[in-house]
């Protein structure tokens, strides 16, 4: 195992990373190590656990803006932002096998957003702005701490989903939102996949302002269509009124099943955790015939349809040619040592994106020092 360093200063951050590059090493970021499992193992590089950045900066409810050093448990925020009737609306989750590891810096770098991404956005929509230091070993800061601010180039959106290869994440400013008073979720059992996907189609299309949508291939014996309104009660009520009117069959869920239903669904419970899994993007009304098309899947459909789980022992390259085929991508979610170390876990990209993948990566990190091979 490589060498770990826990630097809880952004000077001491500056002299490890500028001193990898000056030496042609290699570093690997981690926050809490929720998300270890994914991405080819990477011994030849030395972690830089960035746990030692945490703690609250500042945090305005009214205003609905939240500063947090980036290693601050993704737990701790929740509670946070909780205590005030607000929320972080990309809908983060601790996706790891230790519960409360994941970090707010690692869930951002990750990109990592549940159901209520479907209406209320991904995670680079909630972030405002950020400090970092890139793989010069040089600090700096991009975008601000208002909602409006369109000052320079917008690379917090470039910074999400990053996956710590362009510049480790030292300070966070997010947007946050007010908590729904209500939450209610109506479901229709028995549906196949492309009748659940229309269902939901139509769902979304009506003036009820669905938050999150999805179809599980099985819950309790059946499939299980389910759409989710939140909001105050008497909102809730009439738009519930109204999706009741439009499916004959469609049915409210008690609240203790909902919250069930919604933590499978964000925490992919009811796939099979023996077998690789796949997070497939994909257009909804092509989501079925991927499905047709994989044999002995266990699957599941978030996202009214746009992110397909799937778990299966089908070839990874099969996988990602039907992914690719209905206009989607394939990103290999989990897998075991041997699997994650032959296939590369993001979806192979065109060599014009690849080429201009390249060139950001090296404007931030013109020495590889975050090139770990893990990806």
Not at 310 to 334: C, I, N, T, W, Y
Request: aromatic share 6%.
């Amino acid at each position: 195992m490589g060498a770990r360093f826990s630097p809880d200063t952004v000077d001491q951050l500056c002299d490890l990373i500028a001193g990898a590059a000056g030496k042609g090493e290699t570093l690997r970021l981690r926050g809490g190590g929720s998300k270890d499992d994914v991405g080819a193992p990477s011994p030849g590089a030395a972690v830089v656990d960035m746990r030692g950045f945490s703690g609250i900066v500042d945090y305005d409810p009214p205003e609905l803006v939240l500063t947090v050093r980036a290693g601050t448990p993704l737990a701790t925020v929740q509670a946070l932002v909780a205590a005030e009737d607000q929320m972080l609306a990309f809908d983060p989750f601790d996706q790891g096998a230790v519960p409360g590891a994941a970090t707010i810096g690692g869930v951002i770098a990750a990109g990592v957003a549940g159901p209520l991404r479907l209406t209320r956005g991904a995670v680079r929509d909630h972030l405002l702005g950020f400090e970092a230091v890139s793989g010069r070993g040089e600090r700096f800061i991009a975008g601000g701490k208002v909602v409006k601010n369109v000052t320079g180039f917008d690379l917090p959106k470039v910074m999400a989903g990053s996956w710590g290869r362009l510049a480790a994440l030292t300070e966070v400013t997010l947007k946050v939102m007010p908590r729904p008073q209500v939450q209610q979720t109506l479901v229709l059992r028995g549906l196949d996949p492309a009748s659940a996907i229309a269902a939901m189609a139509r769902a979304l299309g009506a003036p009820v302002e669905l938050s999150a949508a999805a179809h599980l291939a099985s819950w309790q014996g059946a499939s299980l269509t389910a759409m989710r309104l939140d909001g105050f009660p008497r909102s809730v009520a009439a738009r519930r009124a109204v999706l009741i009117e439009a499916f004959a069959k469609l049915a409210p869920m008690a609240d203790d099943e909902s919250a069930a239903v919604w933590d499978a669904v964000r925490y992919v419970r009811p796939l099979a955790s023996d077998r690789p899994l796949w997070r497939i993007i994909v257009p909804p009304s092509r989501a079925a015939a991927v499905i047709a098309t994989i044999p002995r899947a266990d699957w599941m459909l978030d996202w009214a349809g746009g992110l397909l789980w799937l778990a299966s022992e089908a070839d990874p390259a099969l996988v990602r040619k039907l992914a690719e085929a209905g206009g989607g991508h394939a990103m290999l979610a989990r897998a075991d040592v041997e699997m994650r170390g032959a296939v590369p876990t993001f979806h192979p990209q065109p060599p014009v994106l690849a080429a201009l993948e390249t060139r950001v990566r090296r404007a931030f990190d013109p020495a590889g020092v975050f090139e770990t091979g893990r990806f």
